[in-house]
Each structure stands twice: as structure tokens, then as C-alpha cells.
């Protein structure tokens, strides 16, 4: 796994990232949804494994999941899991922050 430095430090990733409002990051190609929700960050593929719209065109409940636009499938951003449909359940990407700035991992 490689760490990719996405912000300086984890103040200018809360500028960045609105509570939950997803953002889409796009790391070498690969399309990525970046959630700040609570006190956490959570990094999910962007296509949605229902039908490939992208998640981050969604939103988050109060419950900490991602809702897809199109048909309203809902993920849990910690997991990936589909909560309430039979699709696979989303990658999900871990991220870390330290002195020197705030990494997603790849
Ligand atoms: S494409 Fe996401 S729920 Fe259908």
C-alpha cells in the first residue's frame, strides 16, 4: 500500500471537507469519495456497486452511511456494506494523519 498525501494536516481536511457532504478525490485514476462525517474520515470508491453512479454525488444520513443519488442504496462509510440491497459492498480505503500531513492509503 502507498500513502498519498491528500491535505497538510487534519484542520485543513475539516476546511475541505464539509461535515457530510461527500467529495470526490480522484488518487492515479482511481475515482474515490471522501466523507467527513463526525469526528471521522472515511474514503469509499466513488461508483456505487448497484449501478456505477457516483457515490459522491450523494449524501450521508445520521446514521454514518452513504446514499447513492440514483436508487437510494445506502453503505455504511466505516465498512462499505450494503445495508439494505444484496450488492458487494463498497472498497473502502484506510486514511491516517501524523506530523506531516493527512494520507490516504492506495
Ligand atoms: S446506482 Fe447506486 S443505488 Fe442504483
Redesign the pocket.
Known amino acids: 500500500m502507498e500513502w498519498i498525501k491528500i491535505f497538510s494536516n487534519t484542520v485543513e481536511a475539516r476546511e475541505k471537507l464539509l461535515s457530510g457532504k461527500p467529495r470526490l478525490l480522484v488518487v492515479y485514476g482511481r475515482r474515490i469519495t471522501l466523507v467527513h462525517y463526525g469526528d471521522d474520515f472515511y474514503a469509499v470508491q466513488d461508483a ?1 456497486t ?4 457516483s457515490l459522491s454525488k450523494g449524501h450521508v444520513n445520521h446514521l454514518g452511511e452513504i446514499i ?1 443519488p ?4 445506502r453503505f455504511e462509510l466505516k465498512t462499505g456494506r450494503a445495508m439494505d440491497s444484496s450488492c458487494r459492498a463498497l472498497a473502502t480505503y484506510p486514511i491516517k494523519t501524523d506530523e506531516t500531513g493527512f494520507f490516504i492509503g492506495i
Not at 50 to 53: K, R
Not at 70 to 73: A, G, L
Open positions: 456505487c448497484h449501478n456505477q453512479e447513492c440514483w436508487h437510494n442504496y
